[in-house]
């Protein structure tokens, strides 16, 4: 099935060994993805014989995978690999992306990432719509938040937290507000107020606690 002309078509790169029981595999399904124009370029280094490059991007495991803005690990099957190039470009492919790299405690893939790029923050923040969000993606996304506060970053996200303080399930309120107090902003006050309202004790307690950050904050290092 030929892409629509306005479809985004990554470059791949991809790390393998001869010893390497799955690459083959990874291998055959990006070759087809070229064919098929999901992928544009696919680049295939043999780390065995050019080590430097697995030290470069500080590779410890293949097959691995750099596939537009994703880097992806361990076997992979032709759909999925079908899947991930299709989701590049797209702010819900960036936040599967990070679902899975929280799901799995890399954590610091996600901080690197959206240092890199401060815009994916609001990537990571649409995981935080789902009710049913795993608990390792939810503390991972506080995490990164912590790790951030006060940082400028953060102040691109107030709009998505402005809107997540009213949603309808509460453990999200409660998270809203903790992220809020993150980003030391004076715009994070008026909606923490109404949450001190809220119907639920936890999102009541956790706006208090938010709005004595940043009461707390040296006025001059609040953005």
Known sequence: MPLPAAAIRPDALLLLTDSCPYC????QGLSGLVKSGHIGRLEVVNIGVHPEIAQQYGVRTVPWLRLGPFELEGLRSPAELKTWAERTGSVAGMSEYYRELLKSGKLAKVSTSV?????????LLQLLDDPELEIAVRVGISAVFEELEG?????GTLDTLLHFT???DAHIRADTAHL?????????VAPLERLLRDENADVREIAREGLE?????PAGKLH
């Open 24 to 27: 083959p595999t990874v291998l």
């Open 151 to 155: 940082d400028d970053a953060l102040l």
């Open 213 to 217: 950050r940043l009461q707390s904050t």
């Open 166 to 168: 009213t949603h309808r």
């Open 180 to 188: 809020l107090s993150l980003t030391r902003s004076p715009q994070a």
């Open 115 to 123: 240092r890199a790029d401060g815009a994916r923050l609001n990537a």
